[in-house]
């Protein structure tokens, strides 16, 4: 309805070190840890950045949202056509029903189902344009986003709508990919992906309307697919935007915390420890 990486240990542990035999005692001794290694516990912050990333991996997830929504879409109505041909059996059957516990699993299957041609076609257009924007950075994810606000807007229509009422229709989707969309790019660090959905918010402003009660709209479950939209833009963010980061090669190691390296009691193990001592 998306691992996060963690920051490199420092080579080795804290703590003493067992010295060679014939050296007369147990020796403590500190080594700075090799070129390359990462000091525990360093953290770093992604900065803002465009957000255009690779553009060969950029365009083919692009691609593949466009596919995946032009299929998205000839599946609505498909179902629409078998959905009208049955006089909308199908929306009274497998429809929301507020506060049916045996219409739950419902909620999976309302966003699909419409009750008239004038529904559909009202729902089309930006389920397609805010679907395919939510998509475009990872078809993967993306899915992830759709389950959530599906089931978001769902809850949202089954606990809050008045009962004897049948709520469908994909508008709720539209909302949730469109709350997505909006703060994507606040918890990615995408400048341009706030961009976008500022020019959204402005182009479909409109749409706000219909957040507000209204005679015979299912109002809940588009402010329930808002707050899974939303939702969905921090449980599915980039993780490694906030991944802790070791310091450069060749900087030294965190502050307060010495790394000490075990060089065991093999033929080489005094060789090693006095090329370590020089710094080499």
């Not at 900087?251 to 790394?259: F, K």
């Amino acid at each position: 309805m998306s691992s996060s990486p963690g920051s490199t240990p420092g080579a080795g542990a804290t703590g003493p070190e067992t010295g060679r035999a014939g050296s007369g005692s147990l020796r403590g001794r500190s080594a700075s840890p090799p070129a390359g290694s990462a000091a525990r516990g360093s953290t770093g912050r992604r900065t803002w950045d465009l957000g255009s990333g690779d553009a060969e991996t950029v365009l083919a997830e692009a691609r593949k949202a466009l596919f995946v929504m032009v299929g998205f879409i000839a599946l609505i109505w498909v179902i629409q056509i078998a959905n009208w041909a049955d006089h909308y059996h199908l929306t009274v059957d497998y429809g929301i029903r507020a506060h049916d516990v045996g219409s739950l699993p419902d909620v999976l299957s309302a966003p699909f189902l419409h009750f008239s041609w004038a529904h559909i076609e009202g729902n089309s257009g930006p389920l397609f344009i805010f679907g395919f924007l939510a998509a475009y950075r990872g078809v993967t994810k993306f899915l992830g986003v759709t389950v959530l606000v599906i089931l978001t807007s769902g809850l949202g229509a089954w606990l809050t709508e008045s009962s004897g009422t049948i709520g469908a229709g994909a508008s709720g989707v539209v909302f949730g990919y469109f709350g997505y969309i909006m703060v994507r790019g606040f918890f990615d660090r995408h400048a341009i992906d706030m961009l976008l959905g500022a020019v959204m918010a402005l182009c479909f402003a409109y749409q706000f309307t219909v957040l507000l009660p209204h005679a015979g709209i299912g109002w809940q479950a588009h402010v329930g697919g808002l707050v899974g939209g939303v939702a969905a833009g921090w449980v599915f963010r980039d993780r490694r935007a906030g991944a802790p980061r070791g310091p450069r090669s060749g900087s030294p190691s965190a502050p307060g915390r010495a790394i000490a390296r075990s060089y065991g009691d093999g033929p080489r193990s005094e060789l090693h420890r006095q090329i370590d001592d020089l710094g080499l």
